[in-house]
Nanobody
Framework: QVQLVESGGGSVQAGGSLRLSCAASGYTSSSYRICWFRQAPGKEREEVAYIAMGTGFTYYADSVRGRFTISRDDAKNTVYLQMNSLKPEDTAMYYC??????????????????WGQGTQVTVSS
């Protein structure tokens, strides 16, 4: 049974930083992919950043490139999302999701089989 557990959310002022963690369990190999998504009230879930465990290959949404960094610790089966220069528009529930396959479109919600419960990020101006 694959499980994903997010942590690290909180409330910060604009310009501040947070680091989110996504701990994965239940995988029998390192060949899986993790994507962070976020969803603000009244909006659709949108992609944030993607990483392939093992290779470390990454993608970022244009809205966060240069401010957010996704990384992984293969030994801990954990993915991190370092968020710097936070803006009020980054306020959302952040979810990590995983798939054992190489996604055809990394940003598509439908590509991911497993989801965490989410962690709230609130950025005040």
């Amino acid at each position: 049974q694959v499980q994903l557990v997010e942590s690290g959310g909180g409330s910060v002022q604009a310009g501040g930083s947070l680091r989110l963690s996504c701990a994965a369990s239940g995988y029998t190999s390192s060949s899986y992919r993790i994507c962070w998504f976020r969803q603000a009230p009244g909006k659709e879930r949108e992609e944030v950043a993607y990483i392939a465990m093992g290779t470390g290959f990454t993608y970022y949404a244009d809205s966060v490139r240069g401010r957010f960094t996704i990384s992984r610790d293969d030994a801990k089966n954990t993915v991190y999302l370092q968020m710097n220069s936070l803006k009020p528009e980054d306020t959302a529930m952040y979810y990590c999701a995983s798939t054992p396959r190489v996604p055809r479109l990394w940003r598509a919600v439908s590509e991911y089989n497993y989801w965490g419960q989410g962690t709230q990020v609130t950025v005040s101006s």
